[in-house]
T-cell receptor, first 115, second 114 residues
Framework: GAVVSQHPSWVICKSGTSVKIECRSL??????MFWYRQFPKQSLMLMAT?????????EQGVEKDKFLINHASLTLSTLTVTSAHPEDSSFYIC???????????FGPGTRLTVT | AQSVTQPDIHITVSEGASLELRCNYS??????LFWYVQSPGQGLQLLLK??????LVQGIKGFEAEFKRSQSSFNLRKPSVHWSDAAEYFC????????????FGQGTTLQVKP
């Protein structure tokens, strides 16, 4: 149980275009989802906390207009990287929590390469 | 402010040898503590967690960790390492009760020699 999927698993896009990454909780309803960014050989950096039906809460230093997060249902959150640039290339990981739980279930990650 | 420190960036052990990965945290209240493992290009898998109660917690894949409040530590151990244990290991602390936010350590890369 508690499986989280991400789609796509990897994506290559051209500089200036936008790309959307989906995060789905497959067998549970997730009231809260988190988006992380991970650079090579580094730890996970929390980008934002997404609650179903409300605006995402972004961490300090994360551009909300560049990284658009939508959490329209209890099983789906999306991260859209707008006007992507090569420096946005990274590994993006989402996670989801059950209501009242402090345990996060992680997706397999999405590798974004901006050329 | 909450923080997690994993002092060892990289550890190499021989297959069959014992393993201990260190984790120290800074947190104002009773922490929720986690150990995750990440294989290359993959997401994170939970090895074990500590919320309360017995300070020695058992996890999957033969791992265990001990919470020591006096040392602000939550070290991960395994008595006999297998080659498949080679991966990146992250210690994390739950930042605020019921928010679900986690703060991760820098990670420790485990290499296993045959």
């Amino acid at each position: 149980g508690a499986v989280v999927s991400q789609h796509p698993s990897w994506v290559i896009c051209k500089s200036g275009t936008s790309v959307k990454i989906e995060c789905r909780s497959l067998d549970f309803q997730a009231t809260t989802m988190f988006w992380y960014r991970q650079f090579p050989k580094q730890s996970l950096m929390l980008m934002a906390t997404s609650n179903e039906g409300s605006k995402a809460t972004y961490e300090q230093g994360v551009e909300k207009d560049k990284f658009l997060i939508n959490h329209a249902s209890l099983t789906l959150s999306t991260l859209t990287v707008t006007s992507a640039h090569p420096e946005d290339s990274s590994f993006y990981i989402c996670s989801a929590t059950l209501t009242g739980s402090s345990e996060q279930y992680f997706g397999p990650g999405t590798r974004l390469t901006v050329t | 402010a909450q923080s997690v420190t994993q002092p060892d960036i990289h550890i190499t052990v021989s297959e069959g040898a014992s393993l201990e990965l260190r984790c120290n945290y800074s947190y104002g209240a009773t922490p929720y503590l986690f150990w995750y493992v990440q294989s290359p290009g993959q997401g994170l898998q939970l090895l074990l967690k500590y919320f309360s109660g017995d300070t020695l917690v058992q996890g999957i894949k033969g791992f265990e960790a001990e919470f020591k409040r006096s040392q602000s530590s939550f070290n991960l151990r395994k008595p006999s390492v297998h080659w498949s244990d080679a991966a990146e290991y992250f210690c994390a602390v739950g930042a605020l009760l019921n928010t679900g936010k986690l703060i991760f350590g820098q990670g420790t890369t485990l290499q296993v020699k045959p």
